[in-house]
């Protein structure tokens, strides 16, 4: 593909406008494919498509062509994070006012139902009652939670009493532009995982779950936790290490 292009890349990198601007056109589909994560959160999707192009050129120009990865799967930290800077520097994330009216029309009818029924009202229930459609209110109810990402994904060590992230716990200490295609590469390793392993990582770093406290949901013990935990985080090094 024209993206994987080494001397088309270089060229852009050396300062060609022509190369440059072919490439963030072959990659448009990407831009848009993130820009569309904040659809409906205040901010005009042209001006979102605008600071994530700055974060694509950004990515080209900070591109290492020895790396064996794809300029898309480099792109896409640079291209969020641009995005995501322009929504903190302008303030916290906007929802449109429709959207908060459902939100808040939505938890009054769960807290109503609930109240009547002494259970918790379901989905389609809603969509009945409301005549929305399901994604509209998932979306409304999404409305309030905060924009979250791996890299965010917090707990506490037990050894040094310090709050790291998932990403700062495997780190394999190499240069910053490969952690940074780490964290894409962080998404698909725990994807991979079988799915026993995937919930005690889930919990561990994502629920912030103790070691034992995973183990009385899981039903196993307290030692096997830990003994598969580590198994997983040391494959995942292994495998950002060598990049198999």
Known sequence: MYENDVKII??????S?????????????????????????????????QIGCIGLIKAIQRFDTNFEVRLSTYAVPY????IKRFIRDDGPIKVSRSIKELNIKILELQKEYFNKNGREIKLEEISKILK???EEITMALDSSNPVDSIEDAKYRDN???KTISILEQISTGRDE????????????L?????????EIILLRYYKQKTQMQVSKILGITQVQVSRIER??????????????
């Open 10 to 15: 270089e060229k852009a990198q050396n300062g």
């Open 177 to 188: 532009q490969t952690e940074i295609t780490n964290r894409i590469v962080l998404k698909n």
């Open 79 to 82: 291209i969020l994070g641009e």
């Open 231 to 244: 198994k997983v985080l040391d494959n995942m090094r292994r495998k950002l290490e060598t990049g198999s």
């Open 17 to 49: 406008k022509d190369d440059m601007t072919k490439l963030v056109e072959d990659n448009n589909g990407l831009v848009w494919s993130i820009v569309r994560r904040f659809n409906g959160r205040g901010y005009d999707i042209e001006d979102l498509y």
């Open 159 to 161: 050894k040094t009493d």
């Open 190 to 198: 725990i994807n991979e995982l079988k799915e026993q392993e995937k």
């Open 132 to 134: 929305i459609s399901k």
